[in-house]
Structures are given as structure tokens and as C-alpha cells.
Nanobody
Framework: QVHLVESGGGLVQAGGSLRLSCAASGSIFGLNVMGWYRQPPGKQRELVATITRGGSTNYALSVKGRFTISRDNAKNTVYLQMNSLKPEDTAVYYC?????????WGQGTQVAVSS
């Protein structure tokens, strides 16, 4: 079993910053891609950013240039630095990890951006 524990969500004013963290533990041999997805109120879950074990990144167009994904392979942890936050970034943010082609999800952390 793989466990993902997220932290760092909260309430911030527009233009502010937050940093999310997600630590993976358990049966993580073969851990490869890690990433963040989000689900805005009343909408479908969507990709925010992903990063491979080798450091290759992929971003949603809506966050490119504002968010930065990074990871510490020694700690099996992925981070999401979110700058210049907008009200439309309000969502529950979910950590995702792919282990031997199987996806796992964290419990989600709420990010709320006030205008």
C-alpha cells in the first residue's frame, strides 16, 4: 500500500503564495511520476503539474509561469510552489503518485484564494 500525506493548503489573498508538500511512504518501490491535480468547486478534477523521477515537468497552461513543481527523491516528496494566486485557483488539491504504473491519491488539501 502507498500512503500520500499532503500539507500546506490554506486561505490566502489574491496575489499571495502557498507551498504544498506531499510525502509518499509504504510500498513505493518503482515510484515514478508524482504530481498535483485539483478539483474546483462544482468542477471535474484537473491536472495542475507533474514531475518524473528524472525531473521532467509538465504544467497546465493555466498555472504555467506561476506554479513550480519540484521533488526530493531522497525524501519521496513532491512540492508545489504556487505564486501569484488567483481566485480561480481555489480548489481541493490532490497529490498523485504512480508506482509501477498504478496511480495513488492523497486525501486532498484545500486551497482558497480570496479576491
Amino acid at each position: 500500500q502507498v500512503h500520500l500525506v499532503e500539507s500546506g493548503g490554506g486561505l490566502v489573498q489574491a496575489g499571495g503564495s502557498l507551498r504544498l508538500s506531499c510525502a509518499a511512504s509504504g510500498s513505493i518501490f518503482g515510484l515514478n511520476v508524482m504530481g498535483w491535480y485539483r478539483q474546483p468547486p462544482g468542477k471535474q478534477r484537473e491536472l495542475v503539474a507533474t514531475i518524473t523521477r528524472g525531473g521532467s515537468t509538465n504544467y497546465a497552461l493555466s498555472v504555467k509561469g506561476r506554479f513550480t513543481i519540484s521533488r526530493d527523491n531522497a525524501k519521496n516528496t513532491v512540492y508545489l510552489q504556487m505564486n501569484s494566486l488567483k481566485p480561480e485557483d481555489t480548489a481541493v488539491y490532490y497529490c498523485n503518485a504512480v508506482v509501477l504504473l498504478h496511480p495513488y491519491w492523497g486525501q486532498g488539501t484545500q486551497v482558497a484564494v480570496s479576491s
